[in-house]
């Protein structure tokens, strides 16, 4: 079936470093994909997505792109902050809104000042 | 408008109990997702409803638990007979027909002793 690899943790980096958290996918058809991220004592919001192969998503500095090829959905920043510290979802799902979306198992990441 | 909420947002069980867990989605929204995650995991899908019919139940881990959505709105995800395992934060989400995006609660902390 269906599945998400993606990156363990915790990942620690300091303030201002460069982010990449890499996720690969296993799936039949062409799912979306997406970033979600849950702060410290918050529900889970979704960062960023993407429904097509090449596709970019991107939110408050964040990106990552639809690699077909290689089945990927690497999420990088170019400069992390504090605040962006929290644990990071990659996921997939079908192409419509009755799809169950498939979740990693979570990158926890620090950010040091 | 009120995103996703949920109640109670702590819950705890002695083994052997049942409980009920609620879930009121953003008006509107037809599709509604339930969802476990244990600590330190990704959510895990759990069973699915377009408006009161209940489409896709096969998350579900034991015939212990027990969804509806009587009017197609508001859903309540019961458990009978709680056990350890199934301590987790149990997730609601919500989407529109019309975008491929859903929205997340805050969860119910569930612990059983």
Same mark, same amino acid.
């Given at each position: 079936g269906d599945s998400v690899t993606q990156m363990e943790g915790p990942? $620690?980096?300091? *303030? *201002?470093?460069?982010? $990449?958290?890499?996720?690969? +996918?296993?799936? $039949?058809? +062409?799912?979306?994909?997406?970033? +979600?991220?849950? +702060?410290?004592? *918050?529900?889970l919001q979704l960062l960023l997505k993407a429904t097509k192969a090449d596709d970019k998503g991107s939110n408050k500095g964040f990106e990552a792109t639809y690699r077909k090829e290689t089945t990927s959905f690497h999420l990088e920043k170019g400069s992390v902050q504090v605040s962006d510290s929290a644990v990071y979802f990659c996921a997939l799902s079908g192409y419509s809104s009755a799809s169950k979306i498939i979740f990693g198992s979570g990158t926890r990441l620090s950010i040091r000042p | 408008g009120a995103g996703v909420s949920q109640s109670p947002r702590y819950k705890v069980a002695k083994r052997g109990q049942d409980v009920a867990l609620r879930c009121d989605p953003i008006s509107g929204h037809v599709s509604l997702f339930w969802y476990q995650q244990a600590l330190g995991q990704g959510p895990e899908f759990l069973t699915y409803f377009q408006n009161e019919a209940q489409l896709d139940k096969s998350g579900l881990p034991s015939d212990r638990f027990f969804a509806e959505r009587p009017e197609g709105s508001v859903s309540t995800l019961k458990i009978q007979r709680t056990q350890q395992e199934d301590s987790a934060v149990y997730l609601c989400a919500s989407s529109s027909t019309r975008v491929n995006e859903q929205f997340f609660g805050p969860g119910t902390r569930l612990t059983v002793l």
């Open positions: 990942v $620690t980096l300091s *303030e *201002e470093a460069f982010l $990449t958290i890499n996720c690969t +996918y296993t799936a $039949t058809g +062409y799912p979306s994909l997406f970033w +979600y991220v849950q +702060y410290p004592g *918050e529900g | -």
